[in-house]
């Protein structure tokens, strides 16, 4: 016979045990969100496709526009290499700000109330949110792969490579929409989320090294700049993403501020998404 355990390891065992049950039952909770999520874009996955127009005509027009005129420095990688990480970037943005309008229609039809009253993590029911959004902007990357390829961006094709490029993308995704529930939270309304919504984006993506180098910048953009989580999001693209490309920062801390970043917008979250029934 085995002599039982000692009380103190007995019970290490125990807080183990439950620890380990409590991340399986909140992965499970985070995966019912997202798949719930993910169903309505297989019923409409049109919105995959208008979402990809303007990132589309950015490469087109925009990146072919000033890779003739050679107006801003980019080293040795042509400036359609340089801004198609951008690009990639600003796509991941403008459909993830938007997120939160979602969330206001399903206040509308009571969907909300209906979550909340489960017995899922409040955090959970936000994680889960940024996880759908993540997969909507994979979606979209698949298409601007396409499109870069054809117009001939020197794209880094190896497995590693994508790999990481997706990583990056599912992050910043869920940064971003993240943000937009928490702008949902607050104020509660389609009308005005709409108009906060359209005033983050620009200050967002023109305030980043998405289509311009942080050195042509003025010195005071070049701060908002390094508190832009944006900007963290293009620097680990553009080191993935083409060929020439590097991390100004460092990829460990460019991931390292994104993590933070999301660890704080979902704790936010997590307490203010309640608060949009009252």
Not at 18 to 41: I, N, P, Q, W, Y
Not at 45 to 59: C, D, G, K, M, S
Not at 86 to 110: H, K
Not at 188 to 206: A, C, D, H, S, Y
Request: charged share 15%.
């Amino acid at each position: 016979m085995t002599s039982p355990l000692p009380d103190g390891r007995a019970s290490a065992s125990a807080d183990a045990t439950s620890r380990a049950s409590g991340l399986v039952e909140f992965a499970r909770e985070t995966f019912a969100v997202a798949d719930a999520e993910l169903r309505k874009l297989l019923r409409d996955p049109t919105e995959v496709f208008t979402r990809a127009v303007q990132p589309i005509l950015w490469l087109l027009v925009f990146g072919q526009v000033f890779t003739r005129v050679h107006a801003i420095p980019t080293g040795a990688m042509t400036y359609l290499d340089f801004m198609t990480p951008g690009v990639l970037a600003q796509s991941v943005l403008f459909t993830a700000i938007f997120y939160g309008i979602a969330v206001i229609w399903e206040r509308d039809l009571g969907i909300v109330h209906k979550m909340l009253v489960s017995p899922a993590h409040r955090s959970a029911l936000v994680l889960g949110k940024a996880v759908s959004a993540g997969v909507r902007a994979v979606a979209q990357a698949a298409i601007l792969y396409a499109v870069a390829l054809a117009l001939g961006v020197r794209l880094r094709l190896a497995p590693p490579a994508v790999a990481g490029v997706l990583a990056a993308i599912l992050l910043g995704s869920a940064i971003f929409s993240t943000m937009s529930l928490i702008v949902a939270c607050v104020v509660k309304t389609r009308e005005r989320f709409m108009g906060i919504g359209q005033v983050l984006t620009m200050p967002l993506f023109f305030a980043s090294n998405a289509i311009y180098p942080i050195d042509v910048m003025p010195d005071w953009l070049k701060v908002v700049a390094h508190v832009n989580p944006l900007t963290y999001l293009v620097d680990v693209l553009r080191a993935l993403m083409v060929e020439g490309g590097h991390s100004a920062f460092g990829l460990g801390l460019d991931v390292g501020v994104q993590a933070g970043t999301l660890a704080l917008l979902v704790a936010a979250a997590s307490r203010l998404y309640p608060t949009i029934v009252r």
